[in-house]
């Protein structure tokens, strides 16, 4: 049973809730709407808003996905259910600009972008927001697993207690006045006591099951929304060992990402051990369409270059301090030593022992070494240079 008078007390707003619009941005699945269900048992006067984000193809009927057809009808039903008002915004011009946009041109460019966080950083959390406040609310809550704490005034992020569910790699951009405005009602659940709480409710998307893939990719074919957006992009070119060898060809770079080992559409090396047998993707070569494969010692990677860092602690310029740091919102984090550029926007990350199929495009995230749970920040990727550096490229 969920404790209500915590949910109150995590809503760090004074005074009775029912003098205080709450602000849900309700997906459709089963976090929002548990979300949304909490606050108007705690009595606060509660709104739900959703985006439409896009409007194409499979998408549209797809099942697990966000932001569109049947999951804002979701959305609809669980408001109605609930007896709170619903308002469905169109947000798909902005959304493909800031958004797929984005992804198109980052992919193509030999990157692999996370267009989760981009949505959290333009859309959720700035025209939902203003939104969100134009209509008088003291908060806009989300169903993200993630927590906000405020401690004498210092307002923090730390992960969700369910690590199964921890989604704070994908807000680390969240800013520190949008952090004042944000609330976090799942983040101190698990996914089962959030199913549970869905059930004792009777909402309709209890069972529903989690959302899977980028929300505007259908069946998760990455490759396929580049060329529906960018056609005439992509062009053939060559797969070529790290000795210079052209192995085979390829349709497009955009259906690789680095540290890709299995559907390269080569053999393995001949010839040599086991080790070096296995090719893994090395390297993008975007200027000369080229796929570069090789065994999985050419990914080893020992420092990236970060920028456009948010950083949710008091930083000085010019500063050098451990961290941990996430690469990828699956894997566990490394700790290494950050120097921080007289721009506190950029970065420098030396890992204590090497990294690989580290790529550009992709997040860091960092944390605490003394309370791992407490999210200090995170920039993007863009440098992450590899053992690929006395490589021969073949020009064609």
């Known amino acids: 049973?969920?404790?209500?008078?915590?949910?109150?007390?995590?809503?760090?707003?004074?005074?009775?809730?029912?003098?205080?619009?709450?602000?849900?941005?309700?997906?459709?699945?089963?976090?929002?709407?548990?979300?949304?269900?909490?606050?108007?048992?705690?009595?606060?006067?509660?709104?739900?808003?959703?985006?439409?984000?896009?409007?194409?193809g499979k998408t549209v009927q797809k099942t697990g996905a966000c932001c569109a057809g049947?999951?804002?009808?979701?959305?609809?039903?669980?408001?109605?259910?609930?007896?709170?008002?619903?308002?469905?915004?169109?947000?798909?011009?902005?959304?493909?600009?800031?958004?797929?946009?984005?992804?198109v041109d980052s992919y193509?460019?030999?990157?692999?972008?996370?267009?989760?966080?981009?949505c959290n950083q333009t859309v959720k959390f700035t025209d939902m927001f203003d939104r969100a406040k134009k209509l008088g609310a003291s908060a806009m809550a989300t169903g993200h697993y993630i927590r906000r704490k405020n401690r004498s005034g210092f307002l923090s992020l730390y992960t969700g207690i369910d690590p199964s569910k921890d989604q704070s790699y994908f807000l680390f951009a969240t800013t520190k006045k949008q952090l004042d405005f944000v609330r976090f009602p799942l983040g101190s659940l698990t996914k089962n006591e959030t199913r549970a709480v869905a059930k004792r409710y009777e909402l309709s998307v209890a069972d529903k099951p989690d959302s899977q893939d980028i929300c505007f990719v259908p069946e998760g074919k990455y490759a396929d929304v580049v060329r529906k957006l960018r056609p005439g992009s992509i062009d053939v070119g060559n797969i070529i060992d790290v000795d210079g060898n052209i192995l085979g060809k390829h349709n497009g770079i955009?259906?690789?990402?680095?540290?890709?080992?299995?559907?390269?559409?080569?053999?393995?090396?001949?010839?040599?051990?086991?080790?070096?047998?296995?090719?893994?993707?090395?390297?993008?070569?975007?200027?000369?369409n080229n796929v570069i494969v090789g065994p999985k010692e050419f990914l080893s990677c020992n420092k990236i270059k970060i920028s456009d860092c948010n950083w949710l602690i008091d930083i000085k310029h010019e500063t050098e301090f451990r961290v941990l740091v996430k690469l990828?919102?699956?894997?566990?984090?490394?700790?290494?030593?950050?120097?921080?550029?007289?721009?506190s926007g950029?970065?420098?990350?030396?890992?204590?022992?090497?990294?690989f199929g580290v790529s550009t495009g992709q997040a860091a995230v960092f944390y605490n070494v003394i309370e791992n749970s407490h999210v200090l920040g995170g920039g993007w990727i863009t440098k992450a240079p590899n053992n690929l550096a006395n490589t021969k490229l073949p020009s064609a």
């Open 254 to 288: 955009i259906d690789f990402t680095i540290g890709q080992r299995k559907g390269i559409g080569v053999g393995g090396r001949k010839g040599v051990d086991d080790n070096n047998s296995i090719l893994y993707v090395i390297a993008l070569d975007t200027e000369n």
């Open 346 to 355: 950029y970065a420098n990350l030396l890992f204590d022992t090497p990294q």
């Open 108 to 118: 193509i460019r030999g990157e692999t972008p996370i267009p989760c966080v981009r």
């Open 70 to 103: 049947s999951d804002i009808n979701d959305a609809r039903l669980v408001s109605s259910k609930l007896g709170i008002p619903h308002y469905v915004l169109n947000y798909e011009s902005i959304f493909q600009d800031q958004v797929m946009n984005d992804f």
């Open 1 to 56: 049973m969920v404790n209500i008078n915590k949910v109150i007390e995590e809503m760090d707003l004074e005074g009775n809730p029912s003098k205080h619009r709450i602000v849900v941005a309700m997906s459709g699945g089963v976090d929002s709407s548990v979300t949304a269900a909490l606050l108007v048992e705690a009595g606060f006067d509660v709104v739900g808003l959703t985006m439409q984000l896009y409007n194409h």
């Open 328 to 343: 990828r919102n699956s894997s566990q984090p490394v700790i290494g030593t950050i120097n921080v550029s007289s721009d």
